[in-house]
Nanobody, 125 residues
Framework: QVQLVESGGGLVQAGGSLRLSCGAS????????MGWFRQAPGKEREFVAA????????IYADSVKGRFTISRDNAKKTVFLQMNSLKPEDTAVYYC??????????????????WGQGTQVTVSS
């Protein structure tokens, strides 16, 4: 079992920044990658960014490229999402997820084995 706990969400004005954190505990020794997804009201959960745990390779959704940065602290088993130039359309619940077995670094929800409870991000116009 793996437990993921997100933090750092909140209310911010358009153009502002937030930094999300996600700490992992439990059976994390085989972690291949971690990712961030988001879900707005009435919409499907969508991919935001992911990072491979050992090498640090990153991938991003086109909608956040150049504005969001994913990073990790291997020693603390924590992944971060730095969000800059936030827009109202970024408003959503943000979830982190972990891929335990190497099936490739990707955006599909099916790649990820465990999910956090989510943290709300609200961007006002």
């Amino acid at each position: 079992q793996v437990q993921l706990v997100e933090s750092g969400g909140g209310l911010v004005q358009a153009g502002g920044s937030l930094r999300l954190s996600c700490g992992a505990s439990g059976r994390t020794f085989s972690t291949y990658a971690m990712g961030w997804f988001r879900q707005a009201p009435g919409k499907e959960r969508e991919f935001v960014a992911a990072i491979s745990w050992t090498v640090g390779t990153t991938i991003y959704a086109d909608s956040v490229k150049g504005r969001f940065t994913i990073s990790r602290d291997n020693a603390k088993k924590t992944v971060f999402l730095q969000m800059n130039s936030l827009k109202p359309e970024d408003t959503a619940v943000y979830y982190c997820a972990v891929e335990l077995r190497s099936r490739g670094l990707g955006s599909a929800r099916s790649l990820y084995d465990y999910w956090g409870q989510g943290t709300q991000v609200t961007v006002s116009s």
